[in-house]
Each structure stands twice: as structure tokens, then as C-alpha cells.
């Protein structure tokens, strides 16, 4: 009985962590969405700039036509990535059994050093205690079997009227139950033996299991948090600048369209590949939480 609540127990966590994760992935495709959006607005700066050069003849047509082709681009992009939102949105709705919205959505990855801290690093694990508790059944299935091997000896006490002499009256009865069939009796128990063997095992393993779990997603977090602290500190910053040097020098002239508007692909990059990184760091924390039931994650607004 105990094993079942603690196995139920774990199927709650792992439905738990399938819907952040799935979460996880809808917040980045309105993410993409957004910077979708932001690379737009960026190449119709473009377009402003080459529509003035054109004006003061130092411009082409072509150049016009080039940036009025990737406007088009990014807006069949914009198709495919609402497809893909409302591809997501279906697969949410068996596990939150409705459809998703995308108001206020946030995700922000958990704190590197409240997630593992090493003083919650106990067995407390439903699939763990649903493993001890068989071990502790097979435990007793073999106490069982050790104690009907044994003779058994019963005493009863009793109070005969028939008898005239009342010194007789009461009478006190032993009895002794001795098993006939010693080989099944061994059998029985050396059965029980190796399964409560088997059940000890298990256990042991579904452990260490259990640690190995945590420590990989231990070593996916550090990893994430390492490249979101690049990009946060050194990509973005740089790729911002680039995007402003690569405009600066179209509207003086010194610089090529071409060069501009892949900066402006560069600058959404970096920004949907620190989207990625929060997403995935978000989808190992929430399989962090169902190994560990710590608290350290915003929840989804």
C-alpha cells in the first residue's frame, strides 16, 4: 500500500515537470515571436536608411528592393513561428486540460546555489521510499515464513461443572502445532530469502540511480548558467554594438546594406540563443524538482 501512494507520488512529480518543460517551450516560441518582431523594427530602420540614401542619390534600387525582400522574409518567418505556437498550445492542453495563454508569460531560470544546496541532497524521493517499502514487505513475507517453519505451542485454561470434586473443576490445556512438511516449509523460506534479497537490491540501485540523476542535472545547470553569463556579459553586449556600428556606417555611407542586415540576423540570434539557454535551464530545474521538491523557481504568471 505504501509503495503504491509513494509511486503515485512520483507520477505527480513527473507530470509536474512534463508541463514546465512544455511550458518552458512555449514561453520560447512567444520569445521568438518577440525578437521576431524586434528584427523587424530593426530592418525597417534599415529600410528608412536606404530609402534617404536613395533620395540623396547616393543610394540604389537595388539596395531598396534587397531590404523590401528580407521585410517579406521575415514576414513569412512570422507565419511559420505562430504555426509552431499553436502546434505547441495543442500539446499543453492534455496536460492542463485547457489551452494556454500567453499574457504576462515569464520563465527565469533558478538560482544556481539554492538548487543545490548539498543539506537537501537526502533520499527523499517517492520512487526511493516505494523501493524500501517493497524491501520492508518482502522483509516481513520472510519473518512470516521464518515463524511457520517453528513449532507453535498454544495454552488454554477452562472450567468443567461435571465434575463433583470443585478441586477439578478448572482445567489448563497446552498445545503444540509442529509442521509436517519441513521441505515445503524451507522452500518457503528460501524463497522469501531471495526476494527480500532482490527487494534490498533494488532499492540500493534505485538510489543510486536517483543520485546519478541529480548529478547530471547538476552538471546541466552549471553548464547553462555558464553560457548565460557569456552571453548576457559578452555576446549581447558586443552583437548590440555591432548592430549600431553596422547602421551608423550605412547612413554615412562607408558601410554595405548586406553587412547591416546580417548584424540585425546576428543581434536576434544571440537573443534566441539566451532564450534557449533559460529555457533549458528551466526544463532541467523542473526535472530537478521532481528528484528534489525544492522551492527556487519562479512560477509561470
Same mark, same amino acid.
Given at each position: 500500500?505504501?509503495?503504491?501512494q509513494?509511486?503515485?507520488?512520483?507520477?505527480?512529480?513527473?507530470?509536474?515537470?512534463?508541463?514546465?518543460?512544455?511550458?518552458?517551450?512555449?514561453?520560447?516560441?512567444?520569445?521568438?515571436?518577440?525578437?521576431?518582431?524586434?528584427?523587424?523594427?530593426?530592418?525597417?530602420?534599415?529600410?528608412?536608411?536606404?530609402?534617404?540614401?536613395?533620395?540623396?542619390?547616393?543610394?540604389?534600387?537595388?539596395?531598396?528592393?534587397?531590404?523590401k525582400?528580407?521585410?517579406?522574409?521575415?514576414?513569412?518567418?512570422?507565419?511559420?513561428?505562430?504555426?509552431?505556437?499553436?502546434?505547441?498550445?495543442?500539446?499543453?492542453?492534455?496536460?492542463?486540460?485547457?489551452r494556454?495563454?500567453?499574457?504576462?508569460l515569464?520563465?527565469?531560470?533558478?538560482?544556481?546555489?539554492?538548487?543545490?544546496?548539498?543539506?537537501?541532497?537526502?533520499?527523499?524521493?517517492?520512487?526511493?521510499?516505494?523501493?524500501?517499502?517493497?524491501?520492508?514487505?518482502?522483509?516481513?513475507?520472510?519473518?512470516?515464513?521464518?515463524?511457520?517453519?517453528?513449532?507453535?505451542?498454544?495454552?488454554?485454561?477452562?472450567?468443567?461443572?461435571?465434575?463433583?470434586?470443585?478441586?477439578?473443576?478448572?482445567?489448563?490445556?497446552?498445545?503444540?502445532?509442529?509442521?509436517?512438511?519441513?521441505?515445503?516449509?524451507?522452500?518457503?523460506?528460501?524463497?522469501?530469502?531471495a526476494?527480500?534479497?532482490?527487494?534490498?537490491?533494488?532499492?540500493?540501485?534505485?538510489?543510486?540511480e536517483?543520485?546519478?540523476?541529480?548529478?547530471?542535472?547538476?552538471?546541466?545547470?552549471?553548464?547553462?548558467?555558464?553560457?548565460?553569463?557569456?552571453?548576457?556579459?559578452?555576446?549581447?553586449?558586443?552583437? /548590440?554594438?555591432?548592430?549600431? %556600428? =553596422?547602421?551608423?556606417?550605412? $547612413?554615412?555611407?562607408?558601410? @554595405?546594406?548586406?553587412? #547591416?542586415? +546580417?548584424?540585425?540576423?546576428?543581434?536576434?540570434?544571440?537573443?534566441?540563443?539566451?532564450?534557449?539557454?533559460? /529555457?533549458?535551464?528551466?526544463? %532541467? =530545474?523542473?526535472?530537478?524538482? $521532481?528528484?528534489?521538491?525544492? @522551492?527556487?523557481?519562479? #512560477?509561470? +504568471?
Open positions: 500500500m505504501l509503495a503504491a509513494q509511486e503515485t507520488q512520483w507520477l505527480i512529480r513527473q507530470l509536474t515537470a512534463r508541463v514546465k518543460e512544455a511550458y518552458a517551450y512555449w514561453w520560447y516560441t512567444n520569445e521568438a515571436i518577440n525578437l521576431h518582431h524586434e528584427t523587424r523594427a530593426l530592418v525597417e530602420q534599415l529600410a528608412t536608411v536606404t530609402e534617404q540614401r536613395l533620395d540623396y542619390g547616393i543610394g540604389s534600387q537595388s539596395e531598396m528592393l534587397r531590404v525582400t528580407e521585410l517579406d522574409t521575415l514576414d513569412a518567418r512570422l507565419v511559420e513561428l505562430q504555426a509552431e505556437k499553436a502546434g505547441l498550445a495543442s500539446d499543453l492542453i492534455p496536460l492542463l486540460g485547457r494556454p495563454t500567453g499574457a504576462s515569464q520563465l527565469t531560470e533558478a538560482s544556481e546555489t539554492l538548487l543545490f544546496a548539498d543539506g537537501q541532497l537526502e533520499p527523499d524521493h517517492p520512487l526511493i521510499r516505494a523501493a524500501e517499502a517493497r524491501e520492508a514487505e518482502a522483509r516481513a513475507r520472510l519473518d512470516v515464513a521464518e515463524v511457520d517453519r517453528r513449532p507453535t505451542f498454544t495454552a488454554n485454561a477452562g472450567y468443567n461443572s461435571l465434575w463433583a470434586d470443585e478441586r477439578k473443576r478448572w482445567v489448563v490445556g497446552i498445545g503444540v502445532r509442529i509442521p509436517f512438511s519441513g521441505q515445503r516449509q524451507h522452500s518457503a523460506v528460501r524463497k522469501a530469502t526476494e527480500a534479497s532482490q527487494k534490498r537490491w533494488l532499492a540500493t540501485q534505485d538510489q543510486r536517483w543520485r546519478a540523476s541529480i548529478a547530471k542535472l547538476r552538471a546541466s545547470v552549471e553548464a547553462g548558467h555558464g553560457r548565460l553569463n557569456i552571453l548576457n556579459e559578452r555576446h549581447l553586449p558586443n552583437q /548590440r554594438a555591432h548592430w549600431e %556600428a =553596422s547602421l551608423n556606417e550605412l $547612413a554615412s555611407g562607408t558601410g @554595405r546594406l548586406e553587412d #547591416a542586415i +546580417n548584424s540585425a540576423r546576428q543581434l536576434t540570434g544571440v537573443k534566441l540563443r539566451r532564450a534557449g539557454v533559460i /529555457r533549458d535551464l528551466y526544463s %532541467a =530545474s523542473a526535472g530537478y524538482e $521532481a528528484l528534489i521538491p525544492v @522551492r527556487t523557481i519562479n #512560477a509561470l +504568471n
